[in-house]
Nanobody
Framework: EVQLVESGGGSAQSGGSLRLSCRNS????????MAWFRQIPGKERETVAS???????YYSASVEGRFTISRDAAKSELYLQMSSLKAEDTAMYYC????????????????????WGQGTQVTVSS
């Protein structure tokens, strides 16, 4: 059974930093592609960052240059380092996963992902 558990959310001041973690159980490191999404109540869930089979990162335009997606094989964890935070980054953040064999690794489409975490809230105050 696949389980994704996010942590690291919380409150930060505008211009500050936070690091989110997503612990993955059920997929091995070499058999998974993962991504970060976020959602504000009443709005569609949107992509933040993803990585391809070759671990090339992709970022949404709104976070490019401020956020960094990375993975740790030993810990089976996915990270999102968020810097220069803005009030508009306030949202519930979710990690998502799909098999690395999928043609959709790196996809920004949420319907391509099989598995989701429960989310972690990030609140940025100006």
């Amino acid at each position: 059974e696949v389980q994704l558990v996010e942590s690291g959310g919380g409150s930060a001041q505008s211009g500050g930093s936070l690091r989110l973690s997503c612990r993955n159980s059920g997929y091995t490191y070499n058999n998974v592609c993962m991504a970060w999404f976020r959602q504000i109540p009443g709005k569609e869930r949107e992509t933040v960052a993803s990585h391809t089979r070759a671990d090339t990162p992709y970022y949404s335009a709104s976070v490019e240059g401020r956020f960094t997606i990375s993975r740790d094989a030993a810990k089976s964890e996915l990270y999102l380092q968020m810097s220069s935070l803005k009030a508009e980054d306030t949202a519930m953040y979710y990690c998502a996963a799909l098999p690395r064999s999928s043609d959709y690794c790196g996809s920004f489409r949420k319907d391509r992902y099989n598995d989701w975490g429960q989310g972690t809230q990030v609140t940025v105050s100006s």
